[in-house]
């Protein structure tokens, strides 16, 4: 387009600085809504493959919900990122069908996946210890959200091991 009056140059500035921060923010959204799609299964707010490897150890039945025996259970949760799966290892343990402790182990294959498993870990003890089996799934922990299918897809694991 051919103009016959020239805009001022710090309005040329202004409007293309405020177009590169839309668009920066639109793509952001974009990578977000296109990162957090499901994989496979039934959940849709924090999905991954199916958990594999799984071993419990069992002490007495819980009393509530489910009714799970009493134990601690490790199991492993794969979940996709935009560069390719990861997978982390989930132990939970359990007494009267609540957990009274989590570890988290992260086994990244990539550097922005070890810096988003690191918060994760950092934070999902506060999000899950003292919460009945049941009712433990998460969304996003501390700042990240796709470990978080990993993790439920664990969890989920762990509930099968469990139940009594």
């Known amino acids: 387009?051919?103009?016959?009056?020239?805009?001022?140059?710090?309005?040329?500035v202004t409007a293309a600085a405020a177009s590169v921060a839309g668009l920066a923010l639109l793509a952001g959204c974009a990578g977000q809504a296109d990162a957090e799609q499901p994989v496979s299964g039934s959940n849709p707010s924090a999905?991954?493959?199916?958990?594999?490897?799984?071993?419990?150890?069992?002490?007495?039945?819980?009393?509530?919900?489910?009714?799970y025996t009493d134990g601690t259970y490790t199991a492993e949760g794969t979940y996709q990122t935009p560069e390719g799966p990861e997978t982390i290892t989930v132990e939970l343990t359990i007494a009267s069908d609540a957990v009274t402790a989590v570890e988290v182990t992260g086994e990244p294959t990539r550097r922005e996946s070890e810096q988003y498993q690191s918060q994760f870990i950092g934070g999902i003890s506060?999000?899950?210890?003292?919460?009945?089996?049941?009712?433990?799934?998460?969304?996003?922990?501390?700042g990240s959200s796709l470990t978080s299918g990993g993790f439920n897809a664990a969890v989920e694991e762990i509930r099968t091991d469990a139940a009594a």
């Open 1 to 12: 387009m051919i103009r016959a009056t020239a805009v001022p140059r710090s309005l040329r």
């Open 126 to 142: 506060d999000a899950v210890v003292g919460k009945n089996l049941d009712e433990v799934k998460v969304d996003r922990v501390a």
């Open 47 to 67: 999905d991954a493959t199916p958990a594999t490897g799984s071993t419990g150890s069992s002490g007495g039945t819980g009393a509530t919900g489910g009714t």
